[in-house]
């Protein structure tokens, strides 16, 4: 009898939910290969007793096979389906559809009663997508839902000596499916490892070990709390400890004079050895006090501040499959970019990942398996978290997530899920950890009145609702009354995501971790999200891409919507990674004046004993002068000032930049010695002017020394190269923050006079850029004049039936230096949008993306205007190729402003800074703007026509609009006269 309908979880075979725990009683793996069949629908044959799969005798010889663990759609069984809000199904709960993709499983196995002799014999799944009924030897022993929840049957009294029999049906749907309803694959499937555990009679059935430390005197209390046989004898080694208690009443907790402070910066473990006469069970337990005082939130007496990411577990081959090597590589990459907290959005990942944060060093939010969000499109009518019909199906998914993960250290806080409204059974849920866990605080970020969570959290907010939340609290967010606004806001706040990290982007990063050092009440957030969910695939002739909604021929999905990782679908750290290492630098560097530099610790525990500082002194970008120091000793929140030496450095003969960066001295656990953690620069020196020396040639016919123009004044031919161009241009193709509008605009609205939310019913900047056709400009010579050495060329570029547009004028002259081009670009017309770019792009011939790009300038990345933290100014060389991301789906990427000089094969160009005319930025690519436009994946741009150099005095911000805040009007890009010159040397 299958339970698609049945919102409560079980009938209830089950056994009540305990910790994941390492223990020396037996365990027998029946992860593998296994026999599968996948119904398109479900085959009903189950409703009068076991279907006949399920029979020991069944001949399944002519199935295919599956490794468990695994998700069926992604070994050519059926296909992932991608929405974000919306249900794939009828919003007809508690009830899904006959056509329910179900997928058999079958397997046999040995199994002997001397596994575990005297004891019992327990099945368990760590995971299955959504619902599963299990059959041992023909009887059924069970069905349960929770995808990402672990569950155990006592299966003793069904097994047989030698061969066992194994049936699973798995449903992709189910009434469970209502309650996981979360922006993500919907990836059916036994995608965790199932197992046989022995347990001992008198064994441990669970231990609830917590550890506690007084950060004002470091006394520390370890709470054991065990659940089985009698006597229990716990152990710490390293603490002298070794305490036996009878029974239950004799438990107490234990005393440690002084124990280390477990942080992410100094993730200290004790071991830890629980055991009975027949089990013992080892734990690694940290000590941290994790209490709330007003808004403030603390973990061992300071101040806890989030600088951490939404994760989801994903992988681009095996879904959300546990591989540890990934897993470790993924929470490596996170330290080595400055992150050290995790939302484990939106459910429980692989109950490894918590051992790894305890050990890496993760503070983290650990979220319940529970969404109901497309309920909100029918304004919460029946919503699970508040229906009583659900009571039972809520509840236990928060007493499953506490149970398995409740003895770590790292976690720090308990998520009762996302986006699920708010109601009843959420606030039940809150109740019940509250009795259960009451160590750490509660989070839910739509308890906006705070009846039943413990700090206040907001997802995308604006900067001036941060603002008014941690000051004057004047902006009205949420239709509740003042005085539920008023208590919740009276606690700690975190964001529980911001800034949306999709495509090209976030901007905006800097200005959010100012609010986070501005605001004490604020502490940290989350940033959506650590990774793209592309699953890699193949085209019909054999080109890899990475699939998103739509590309499985869903009917209905959200597209590209869950591309919005700071690390590219196969690992790749996207430059928005760079950045947020670089606004988290746990150790600032600023330059004060002359040879002193502040230093900061803004660590939470760690001081700065382990760090040296490195200086280097370029002018124009080689270096003159370099030297090390160790970094001050500065306590956590210190500041001194530092001067670095004079001796040794030579006058400067150019533009002098000096660098200072912080680095490990020696490597850390999770990283290389030398790693840099932060990094500064200044410019102490601008670049000599240079004196106009005058030039050997004039015209020859068309050419002008090396150039040769045509007619209309284009250049079309630089010494053996073929040219084209320059040609005006404004566009770029959008990024998703360009084409969505997640939030208000300020692109029409002044922020004040939006409540700083800017203008919700503005389209998204893209939309208005099409309509006044910046993607089409129309060009028309309006003079070309050639004057003695050299040739001034007018242009005037308008979109069809407009009647704004740009005039520019490209001076060109021949001097010693070379053919030096002076741009001039005035907007004209009545304006009403701003400008994805201005500048120029000359078209280059397509052999020379074969050859390395090496500029001066800004790098090593692309950046912009709100991104620009990890950019700094140095020489550096990639393959025209890397200068782009590979975004997952091709958009503007791989601008980098302040461009001094380029080399590319034959051609050498240098910028010129003179006067009110800035640096160009400068762009490589084999498509223009144009051909990036609407291409949905990489593999579909057409053909390449050359290589396009785009020059650009200035480009609009990026942004989070695609699910947040726009471009801040500071960032924006409004139409205004630019200049710029450059010189082909
Ligand atoms: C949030 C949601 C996330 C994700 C994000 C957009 O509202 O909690 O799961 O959907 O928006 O990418």
């Not at 030297?627 to 500065?634: D, T």
């Amino acid at each position: 009898m299958t339970h698609l309908g049945d919102p409560t979880p079980g009938s209830d075979t089950r056994l009540p939910p305990r910790a994941w725990l390492r223990s020396d009683a037996p365990v027998q793996s029946l992860d593998g290969d296994w026999a599968f069949l996948l119904h398109d629908a479900d085959p009903g044959d189950d409703l009068d007793g076991p279907p006949p799969f399920a029979a020991v005798d069944a001949d399944v010889s002519a199935w295919d096979r599956i490794p468990v663990p695994s998700h069926w759609g992604l070994h050519g069984h059926g296909h992932p389906t991608y929405t974000n809000i919306r249900y794939p199904f009828p919003l007809d709960p508690p009830h899904v559809p006959d056509a329910n993709p179900t997928g058999d499983h079958r397997r046999t196995f040995d199994w002997h009663p001397s596994f575990c002799p005297d004891g019992r014999t327990l099945l368990r799944f760590e995971g299955v997508e959504s619902l599963a009924t299990v059959w041992l030897n023909g009887t059924e022993i069970g069905w349960f839902t929770g995808s990402r929840l672990m569950t155990e049957f006592d299966v003793t009294d069904h097994l047989v000596d030698g061969e066992n029999v194994l049936a699973v049906r798995v449903h992709q749907w189910s009434a469970a499916s209502y309650l996981e309803d979360q922006d993500q694959w919907w990836l059916p499937g036994i995608f965790r490892s199932v197992s046989l555990q022995g347990r001992p009679a008198d064994g441990l059935d669970d231990v609830f070990v917590r550890g506690d430390r007084d950060p004002a005197t470091g006394v520390g209390t370890l709470d054991v709390r065990p659940r089985g046989g009698w006597p229990v004898t716990v152990t710490v080694l390293e603490l002298g400890i070794h305490e036996t208690w009878a029974s239950e009443g004799a438990v107490v907790p234990l005393q440690i004079d002084a124990v280390d402070a477990w942080t992410p910066e100094t993730p200290r473990l004790y071991d830890v050895e629980v055991s009975t006469d027949a089990e013992t069970v080892r734990l690694r337990v940290g000590f941290r006090r994790i209490e709330i005082a007003g808004d403030r939130l603390l973990a061992d007496g300071r101040p806890l501040i989030f600088r951490g990411v939404n994760r989801h577990e994903t992988d681009p081959d095996r879904g959300r499959v546990f591989d540890e090597d990934y897993v470790r590589g993924e929470l490596e990459l996170m330290r080595q970019h400055n992150i050290t907290a995790i939302r484990t959005a939106h459910q429980p990942p692989h109950p490894r990942v918590l051992e790894l944060a305890d050990e890496i060093g993760f503070w983290v939010v650990l979220e319940c398996d529970l969404e109901t969000h497309g309920f909100w499109d029918v304004e919460w009518t029946g919503n699970p978290a508040d229906d009583p019909a659900w009571r039972d199906a809520c509840l236990d998914r928060v007493r499953r997530t506490v149970e398995r993960d409740k003895n770590h250290a790292s976690v720090v806080m308990w998520s009762l899920g996302n986006e699920s409204g708010t109601g009843r059974n959420l606030a039940e849920m809150a109740g019940w950890i509250r009795e259960r866990d009451d160590s750490r605080p509660i989070h839910y970020e739509g308890d906006y009145g705070g009846a039943y969570t413990d700090v206040y959290s907001r997802m995308y907010p604006t900067m001036e609702e941060i603002a008014s939340v941690c000051g004057d609290q004047t902006m009205a967010v949420h239709e509740i009354g003042p005085a539920e606004g008023a208590r919740q806001r009276a606690k700690p706040f975190v964001l529980c995501e911001f800034a949306h990290a999709m495509g090209n982007g976030p901007g905006s990063l800097a200005d959010y971790e100012r609010m986070v050092e501005q605001y004490p009440r604020l502490h940290g957030g989350f940033v959506w999200e650590w990774r793209d969910h592309g699953i890699r695939t193949r085209t019909a002739d054999g080109t890899e891409f990475f699939a998103y909604g739509g590309d499985f021929g869903e009917p209905v999905h959200d597209g590209v919507y869950l591309m919005d990782g700071l690390v590219l679908s196969d690992g790749t750290p996207s430059p928005g990674l760079g950045e947020l290492a670089a606004v988290w630098a746990p150790v600032t560097l600023e330059h004060v004046s002359g040879r002193s530099w502040r230093v900061r610790n803004r660590q939470h525990s760690l001081c700065t004993d382990h760090l040296d500082l490195r200086w280097r002194v370029e002018d124009d970008g080689i270096r003159v002068a370099d030297g090390a120091l160790p970094a001050p000793i500065l306590s956590p929140g210190a500041e001194t000032v530092i001067e670095l030496p004079a001796a040794g450095i030579p006058d400067a003969t150019g533009e002098r930049w000096i660098t200072l960066e912080a680095v490990w001295r020696d490597a850390p656990a999770w990283g290389a010695a030398g790693h840099v953690v932060s990094r500064a620069q200044v410019q102490v020196n601008a670049a000599p002017p240079r004196p106009a020396r005058a030039a050997a040639g004039g015209w020859r016919g068309d050419a002008l020394g090396d150039a040769v123009f045509d007619r209309r004044g284009a250049l079309v031919r630089w010494r053996d190269l073929e040219v084209s161009g320059p040609l005006p241009e404004l566009w770029r193709a959008p990024t998703e923050n360009d084409q969505l509008d997640g939030q208000g605009s300020y692109e029409t609205a002044d922020p004040a006079l939006t409540n700083g939310r800017g203008d919700e019913s503005t389209p998204a900047s893209s939309v208005r850029w099409l309509e006044r056709g910046l993607d089409r400009l129309q060009h028309r010579v309006l003079s070309v004049e050639r004057t003695e050495q050299g040739l001034v060329q007018r242009v005037r570029s308008m979109a069809a039936h407009s009647a704004q547009g740009i005039e520019t004028t490209f001076a060109w002259r021949l001097d010693g230096d070379g053919l030096r081009l002076h741009t001039d670009i005035r907007p004209f017309g009545p304006w009403d949008c701003t400008w994805p770019r201005v500048g120029a792009r000359i078209g280059l011939p397509g052999a020379l993306a074969d050859e390395p790009a090496r500029w001066y300038g800004t790098g090593p990345a692309e950046s912009y205007s709100d991104s620009a933290e990890a950019a700094y100014v140095g020489r550096f060389e990639a393959a025209v190729d890397e200068l782009g991301v590979a975004y997952g789906r091709p958009q503007e990427t791989g601008h980098r402003p302040g461009l001094r000089a380029l080399d590319l094969g034959p051609l050498h160009l240098r910028a010129v800074a003179s006067g009110s005319t800035g640096l160009p930025g400068f762009q490589l690519d084999r498509h223009t703007a144009q051909e990036r436009t609407g291409v949905a994946h990489a593999h579909e741009l057409p053909p390449s026509q050359g290589l396009w150099l785009y020059l650009d005095a200035a480009q609009h911000g990026l942004g989070s609009r695609a699910c947040g805040p726009d471009v801040l009007p500071r960032h924006a890009l409004w139409p205004r006269a630019v200049s710029w010159t450059v010189v082909f040397e």
